[in-house]
């Protein structure tokens, strides 16, 4: 039997990692300058903290998580998302004692059962950020610049801001029952999910993907003509700020993101090079969640970015050279092959990168090998060359060649090779 990974799971090969580095860089560096801390959870959680945050009749939760239970009968749930762990870690590690705004940010595998497609897996990665104790907006044009300085310091182009308000407590019930009176309307229209979702939580219909449910809600109430005073200054302002920062968005009042805890501020960057699968960064405000977990009454926004669908379409837009080691060493002989291991023992110690052949072949393979390695340079040494006290260093792009004396070699190479 031969062993693959299981459907919507897949490896990140050696030649895809210089773009995972290069995002993971790229994100780490700007975090660094926003003052956004790491914190990392564990993949696994009480089922009951996805159902009780994400909702019980979003996607995520009623179709797509990996759940089982424990020995002792307690239901677990793979991580879909990272918000409610981070929330969780928040209130039950007391950070919310430290003064400021809190800034989180984590990096890892998350999972939900879809169906897998292109940009779409079972197991993917998100960089996910969050900023807690701050009721906006001037935080949630500070995190929407995040993501856009982001996605473009990665190097995406052709993208979209996507922009909503999706209203708080306060009014969105009236927008709820407003829409559910529609729905009511369109009900034959609609797929069995929407039909019982007009009945227990008719915003989600708006997550629904099928055509004839897409149709059916274009004549819907609009949420922004729902909101109240205080919403619609928040929207406003934000609107306001975006544009004082040059940032472009446009307006889509379906957006309400798939998640139940989003109240007001909701976003997603598009690329319109990505296929169905078009978001590479969603978020959002949710004020309410840290309360509705036990914690202190305090507002939170974050966003999330889908590292597949970046790296996807880093790899079609560019490529990355891998960088070659400093120096192969080429070696003919039992007496070299020896020398060579301490040398190059010595050399990585300052930091040089030296490969060589453990079971080295002729001097022509060695010298093929250093070449597809992308080697810069190549010390060629065999039993002539210990004898007469010299190597010979080649340079791989110049092809010129010198002699390097033996006494003092890891010194002179150090020089040569880290100037
Ligand atoms: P989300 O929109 O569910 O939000 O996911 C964020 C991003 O993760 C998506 O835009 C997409 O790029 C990527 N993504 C989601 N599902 C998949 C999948 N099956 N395969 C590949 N990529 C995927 C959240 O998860 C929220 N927790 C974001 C957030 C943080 N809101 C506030 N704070």
Redesign the pocket.
């Known amino acids: 039997m031969v062993y693959t990974t299981i459907k ?1 799971f897949r490896d990140i090969l050696p030649k895809e990692m210089p773009f995972w580095e290069r995002v993971e860089a790229e994100a780490r560096g700007l975090f660094k300058v926003f003052g956004f801390k790491e914190i990392r959870t564990p993949v696994l959680e009480r089922t009951e903290l996805f159902a009780r945050t994400i909702g019980q009749d979003t996607d ?1 939760v009623s179709k797509e998580m990996y759940t089982f239970q424990d020995a002792k009968g307690r239901s677990l749930s793979l991580r ?5 762990s981070i929330v969780r870690a928040y209130i039950q590690n007391r950070l919310y004692h430290e003064s400021g705004s809190q800034k989180l940010f984590t990096i890892g595998p ?1 999972f ?1 059962h ?1 169906r ?1 497609q292109k ?4 197991q ?3 960089i ?3 900023l807690f104790k701050d009721p906006g907006p001037r935080s949630d044009a500070d995190i929407i610049l995040l993501a856009m300085t982001l996605v473009k310091r990665i190097g995406l182009k052709e993208l979209s801001l996507i922009l909503n308000s999706i209203g708080c407590k306060e009014c969105r019930p009236r927008f709820r029952d407003n829409l559910k009176g529609y729905l009511v309307s369109v009900r034959d229209q609609l797929c069995s999910d929407c039909q019982r979702r007009a009945e227990t939580n008719p915003l989600r219909v708006f997550d629904c993907k099928v055509e004839a449910c897409k149709d059916a809600l274009k004549e819907a109430p609009k949420i922004l003509e729902f909101l109240c005073e205080d919403c619609r200054i928040h929207f406003n302002t934000l609107r306001d700020y975006l544009e004082t920062l040059g940032i472009d968005y446009l307006i889509d009042q379906s957006l309400v ?3 139940d ?2 109240n007001r501020t909701t976003f ?2 598009q690329s319109h090079a990505l296929g169905a ?1 078009n ?8 004020d309410g969640l840290i309360k509705q977990l036990g914690g202190p009454d305090e507002p ?11 790296v996807m379409l880093l790899s079609e837009a560019l490529e990355i050279e891998t960088d070659g080691p400093d120096l192969f060493i080429a070696t003919l002989g039992k007496e070299a092959e020896k020398e060579a291991l301490v040398w190059a023992a010595r050399l990585r110690k300052e930091g040089v990168r030296v490969e060589l052949d453990y079971s080295p072949g002729g001097l022509k393979a060695q010298m093929r090998r250093a070449d597809r390695l992308n080697a810069k340079k190549v010390l060629i040494v065999g039993e002539d060359e210990l004898q007469r006290g010299k190597a010979v260093l080649r340079d791989m792009d110049t092809k010129v060649q010198e002699d390097v004396e033996i006494t003092g070699i890891v010194e002179k190479l150090v020089q040569v090779l880290k100037p």
């Open positions: 919507g995520i879909p998302e990272a918000t409610a998350m939900r879809e897998p940009g779409r897996f079972r993917f990665h998100q996910n950020v969050e993101r798939g998640l805890y989003y997603e960057i699968q978001a590479v960064l969603g978020g959002g405000r949710y939170a926004i974050g966003f999330a970015l889908g590292m597949e669908r970046v």
